[in-house]
């Protein structure tokens, strides 16, 4: 077995630990401190779904199960960032919308995405980022 296969998910580990450590030190800086990069992913599909959606599409959309979705949404609508609402057709749906406090993060929220992104693919080219995105899909599909 070639010697670096076996670091290989060690690297993945350790970048999404500096990659969430990053962007809380970014919501800090924006003088956001009651989030977790965790909560990141509800509010980008809130953000890019005119600010509401069921929980199951939320569920679906970021890839987690329904529990561990719930405990998210959970500390996000204790934290005011978003609200939960009972279909008025079918009140065995519920919805998850944007608080005006989330809405009002929108802009940083999106700054610190960039910002991110920028730094994760610094120094890579374009055929670089392209090859590199089609081999972790590779990876991840071995799964």
């Known amino acids: 077995m070639n010697e670096n296969k076996q670091y290989t998910i060690f690297f993945i580990s350790k970048i999404r630990k500096k990659a969430g450590k990053f ?4 919501l800090k800086r924006h003088g956001i401190n009651d989030l977790a990069h965790s909560h990141g992913s509800i509010l980008s599909v809130l953000y890019k779904n005119n600010g509401k959606l069921k929980m199951k599409d939320i569920a679906e959309l970021i890839g987690k199960d329904k529990s561990t979705v719930t405990q998210l949404v959970n500390k996000l609508s204790k934290r005011e960032y978003i609200k939960k609402q009972k279909s008025e057709e079918d009140r065995r749906i519920t919805y998850i919308a944007l608080t005006e406090k989330g809405k009002n ?3 940083t929220f999106d700054s610190i995405s960039q910002k991110l ?3 994760a693919y610094e120094g890579f080219t374009e055929e670089e980022t392209e090859d ?4 972790l899909k590779k990876l991840y599909l071995n799964f």
């Open 23 to 26: 962007i809380e030190n970014e």
């Open 105 to 107: 993060i929108q802009t």
């Open 117 to 119: 992104i920028k730094t």
């Open 132 to 135: 590199f995105l089609r081999l």
